[in-house]
């Protein structure tokens, strides 16, 4: 068991079932769960995307277009489907797909700004998309900027965290925060080991330090933010940004945040590197390590979730 209070959660063994012969091979991406159910998740080889039913069995593995590899995941909702929206590092882009992988719309390092000299100079590491539709997305492996997109694609605005806390140092994460009054876009400012807040414009609004190592990705679902930190733990702060659970803690410090870390050396309830996650509406949480040999795990919410998430919750 792992977690505290209404976060508790079992650790289920071998979660993941792949057919014979198969092999997910390194992990270095994000978890989104469809409204189906399905558990959506991504590599660092030309299967860059496959799909998994709760029980953990493949059903569809594609993304040889994305050039051998896929970062960070997003579910958005248009009209009654879902789309899937893909940070690609390999393509440096932002590129929109059909569940069943085909291309929709690709949108690559903005040039009315003049902030990128050469197209890789652009590493996209994550995005979330607004309730109208534009695109938010974080350099988080390039330049360091946070940039918004319409929903079509064209270039609204950038920010590097200038004017507020402090420049940002590898914004590795991006997501909307829609639980209080006023949306909030919260990045993962990852080397700086802290949360950055502002307004859907980018007005600076507020910083959270407390209980941050490397903050790397950011979930919501009702009243609970979580932060999936590479330094071995998940955190899942309150509406007031403050911390009500961690999870998964590895108790070897020399372990945490490393990427060569064998099956051998993997204990249950216990995160090496996590780099993605997500919950499904009956609050059960998948997440991915960072990890050469692909690590993906499953937590059985023990005290179940009391209302599902908004359309496109991560």
Known sequence: MVGQGDHTYRWQKDWLVLPPGMTVG??????????LGRIIFSTDTNNAIFIADPAGRILNVWGHALGGGSHGLRLAKEGN????????????????????GKELLSIPAPTTNGMYKKPDEYMPTALDIAPNGDVYVVDGYGRGWLHRFSADGKWISSWNGEGGAGVFKEPHGVGLDLRGPEPRVV?????????????LEG????????????????VTQRDSLLVVDLQGRISI?????????????????ELRGKY???PDQWKEGQFISPHGAAWDKQGNLYVQDWNAHGRMS???????????????DK
């Open 298 to 312: 499953k937590l059985v919410r023990v005290r179940a979730a009391k209302a599902t998430q908004r359309p496109g």
């Open 237 to 253: 702060f309150d509406k007031n940004y403050k911390v009500v659970a961690q999870l998964g803690d590895n108790e070897s410090p």
């Open 26 to 35: 390194q992990t270095h991406g994000d978890v989104v769960v469809d409204d």
């Open 187 to 199: 990045v993962a400012d990852r080397q700086n080991h802290r949360l950055q807040l502002f307004t």
């Open 81 to 100: 489907k879902q789309v899937l929206w893909v940070a690609s590092l390999k393509r440096h882009a932002a590129i929109k797909f059909s569940l069943d």
């Open 203 to 218: 007005k600076f609004v507020a910083a959270v330090t407390e209980d941050l190592r490397l903050p790397s990705k950011i």
């Open 260 to 262: 060569e870390v064998a």
